[in-house]
T-cell receptor
């Protein structure tokens, strides 16, 4: 299958700082990428849809000023958690849509805010 | 009404048995269907996709789609302890809209 990478895998930061997470499709171009969040023992929660060259579409209840998404190229989308707080601690997962319409997930980024 | 419904389980099967995972969906306009496996603490991994009625086999896995009854299932033959995970059913609508079920937890008992 197609490969999607995320960086970093783990990040620990202090409350009030910002954290940037990168999502890359390594062997294909993706006009659409998704960002999910998953709390322990809970389901995936879609946060936003990231489309190359346009503004992201956020799901209801997700603050767009807090979770900044930039899809600068066909292989890279970034999620910046601004002014992170302990309640933002979670597992953030991106995915990319292949031309075949299959959705491939990155390995995830575990964020811990102290 | 949720787009995709899955029994959360847990489902337990003995090693070597067939595990059957089921998923129902509400929108007849759904175009393609996916099964993902998610190990604890890891991200989902695509196992199979199916978009035509009938069965699709890949190794020990068989996906079954019945559009008239609006269900999709995944059969795992010769279940192994390493198959213990949460299995997510997903469907795709036009415009790359994806909907996920909440997942079924499977435990294969050695």
């Amino acid at each position: 299958g197609a490969v999607v990478s995320q960086h970093p895998s783990w990040v620990i930061c202090k409350s009030g700082t910002s954290v940037k997470i990168e999502c890359r499709s390594l062997d294909f171009q993706a006009t659409t990428m998704f960002w999910y969040r998953q709390f322990p023992k809970q389901s995936l929660m879609l946060m936003a849809t990231s489309n190359e060259g346009s503004k992201a579409t956020y799901e209801q209840g997700v603050e767009k000023d807090k979770f900044l998404i930039n899809h600068a190229s066909l292989t890279l989308s970034t999620l910046t958690v601004t002014s992170a707080h302990p309640e933002d601690s979670s597992f953030y997962i991106c995915s990319a849509i292949h031309l075949s319409h299959e959705q491939f997930f990155g390995p995830g980024t575990r964020l811990t805010v102290l | 009404q949720k787009e995709v419904e899955q029994n959360s389980g847990p489902l337990s099967v003995p090693e070597g048995a067939i595990a059957s995972l089921n998923c129902t969906y509400s929108d007849r306009g759904s175009q393609s269907f996916f099964w993902y496996r998610q190990y604890s603490g890891k991200s989902p991994e695509l196992i199979m996709f199916i978009y035509s009625n009938g069965d699709k086999e890949d190794g020990r896995f068989t996906a079954q789609l019945n559009k008239a009854s609006q269900y999709v299932s995944l059969l795992i033959r010769d279940s192994q302890p390493s198959d213990s995970a949460t299995y997510l059913c997903a469907l795709r609508h036009d415009g790359n809209q994806f909907y996920f079920g909440t997942g079924t937890s499977l435990t294969v008992i050695p």
